[in-house]
């Protein structure tokens, strides 16, 4: 079965500071790692799909990296904003479609 | 820009009421999911579905119940709600195609309190 961790579970940076945020995963055999972004009761908005074939995948001012290999994923926020607090989640796809999802990291970006 | 809806986004009702959640998408999908996720917790695949007729039971246990009779509807329903059914209910879709290159769109989710 497979297991996503994220650590931190929150993270608080003043604005304009770089965040990195962590995703590692028990089985190697996906196909592909999804970041997305969750707003205070609200659903998720996809941020990035990594292929398993990829080793990263950019989008403005994010940026995700994916060592299948090693069963870990970054994602990268360059010039952090208050806009950009929210809580992030990563998911793995290894079975059919189904995601497995981690508990998420929420970040707090002060101004 | 995906389009997938649900309704109600809040829900508070009594104990042993039925309930069903709503959840409807424009972009001819096959594929549709719930997800139940409590507050601070990981999301748990509850339901899913292929396309049309196809239903099948999730990685986490549930008495709810799915019904998939039109691509663009995947409604939940709970027969006799418990105060342990009190939780954010997620949907979503995707693609057919290649497994490997299909994101999930999610709706807004449903909050359901159960008294």
């Known amino acids: 079965k497979q297991e996503v961790t994220q650590i931190p579970a929150a993270l608080s940076v003043p604005e304009g500071e770089n965040l990195v945020l962590n995703c590692s995963f028990t089985?190697?055999?996906?196909?592909?790692l999804q970041w997305f972004r969750q707003d205070p009761g609200k659903g998720l908005t996809s941020l990035l799909l990594?292929?398993?074939?990829?080793r990263e995948q950019t989008s403005g001012r994010l940026n995700a990296s994916l060592d299948k290999s090693s069963g870990r994923s970054t994602l990268y926020i360059a010039a952090s904003q208050p806009g950009d607090s929210a809580t992030y989640l990563c998911?793995?796809?290894?079975?059919?479609?189904?995601?497995?999802f981690g508990a998420g990291t929420t970040v707090t970006v002060r101004a | 820009e995906a389009d997938i809806y649900q309704t109600p986004r809040y829900l508070v009702i009594g104990t042993g009421k039925k309930i069903t959640l709503e959840c409807s998408q424009t972009?001819?999908?096959?594929?549709m999911y719930w997800y139940q996720q409590d507050p601070g917790m990981e999301l748990h695949l509850i339901h899913y579905?292929?396309?049309?007729?196809?239903?099948e039971k999730g990685d986490l246990s549930s008495e709810s119940t799915v019904s998939r009779i039109r691509t663009e509807h995947f409604p939940l329903t709970l027969e006799s709600a418990r105060p342990s059914h009190t939780s954010q209910y997620l949907c979503?879709?995707?693609?057919?195609?290649?497994?490997?290159?299909?994101?999930?769109?999610f709706g807004d989710g449903t909050r359901l309190s159960i008294l």
């Open positions: 089985d190697s055999a996906i196909y592909n």
């Open positions: 990594i292929q398993s074939s990829q």
């Open positions: 579905s292929y396309g049309v007729n196809s239903t």
């Open positions: 998911a793995v796809n290894s079975n059919d479609y189904k995601l497995s």
């Open positions: 972009m001819g999908h096959d594929k």
């Open positions: 979503a879709s995707s693609e057919s195609g290649g497994y490997s290159n299909q994101p999930q769109h």
